[in-house]
């Protein structure tokens, strides 16, 4: 079974359909590999390929995958984006623990009413939460 990580809504993504590519049906279903998701102001079908982009970010956290689901919510919509290689997946999950680990920050910073250490509570996050990411 894939595992789609959520994506943070405290950093907002781009979904990008990449013209003239479209990943068969049964090639998804064989795709093995993790993804993410995340929330879309329109519906993407099943099987479009697709970049995600964290503008944020910048250049670098731009991943390319395919929609493997996508489901309608009251607001807006929940798309997985299944990642089709190795290092996509990666990438897309190393950024992903960047963003968790920032949003941590955010949360432990106004819990305690000052400035934390970057690194401190990067590796606080670590303790706690390192073991959701072991590879697929």
């Given at each position: 079974m894939r595992q789609f990580l959520r994506h943070t809504t405290e950093m907002p993504v781009?979904?990008?359909p990449r013209?003239?590519?479209h990943i068969p049906l049964q090639r998804l279903h064989?795709?093995?590999l993790g993804g993410v998701a995340c929330n879309s102001t329109r519906a993407f079908r099943r099987?479009?390929?697709i970049e995600l982009c964290i503008p944020l970010l910048g250049d670098q956290a731009r991943f390319f995958g395919a929609v493997a689901w996508?489901?309608?919510l009251a607001e807006d919509y929940m798309?997985?984006?299944a990642f089709t290689d190795e290092e996509n997946m990666f990438r897309a999950r190393m950024v992903e623990q960047i963003c968790l680990?920032?949003?941590y920050r955010k949360q432990r910073e106004a819990s305690v009413g000052h400035?934390?250490?970057p690194e401190a509570v990067a590796q606080e996050w670590i303790a706690l939460h390192a073991a959701d990411f072991a590879p697929v």
């Open positions: 781009e979904l990008v013209k003239g590519r064989d795709i093995s099987g479009t390929a996508c489901r309608k798309i997985g984006i680990i920032e949003q400035a934390l250490a």
